[in-house]
């Protein structure tokens, strides 16, 4: 069982930055691939960034591609998406999510969601 907490959302103006953290509970974090989903009003809940277990491996939406770097800290059970060069559009509700096989979380087959956090982008 895992357990997800986001934190770091908020409102911000177009052109800044955000950090976004998900803080993991149990102790088998570093066998999970982590990702960053999000989801708009009105729209379906997407693929912003999926890391690997060890971090190896990442892709990122490719509307997030340059702005947007996931990381992960196993030590720390906590990954990470750093936003910067914020849009209007990447206004939404951001979820952490876990996945065993990185490979699935790319799918958006996720075994544990987070509750989420809002990101608000003014322009």
């Known amino acids: 069982q895992v357990q997800l907490v986001e934190s770091g959302g908020g409102l911000v103006q177009a052109g800044g930055s955000l950090r976004l953290s998900c803080a993991a509970s149990?102790?088998?974090?570093?066998?999970?691939?982590m990702g960053w989903f999000r989801q708009a009003p009105g729209k379906e809940r997407g693929s912003v960034a999926v890391?690997?277990?060890?971090?190896?491996?990442?892709v990122y939406a490719d509307s997030v591609k340059g702005r947007f770097t996931i990381s992960r800290d196993n030590a720390k059970n906590t990954v990470y998406l750093q936003m910067t060069n914020l849009k209007p559009e990447d206004t939404a509700v951001y979820y952490c999510?876990?996945?065993?096989?990185?490979?699935?979380?790319?799918?958006?087959?996720?075994?544990?969601w987070g509750q989420g956090t809002q990101v608000t982008v003014s322009s």
């Open positions: 999510a876990a996945t065993m096989g990185f490979r699935r979380a790319t799918l958006g087959e996720i075994d544990y």
């Open positions: 149990g102790r088998t974090f570093g066998n999970y691939a």
């Open positions: 890391i690997s277990w060890a971090g190896g491996t990442i």
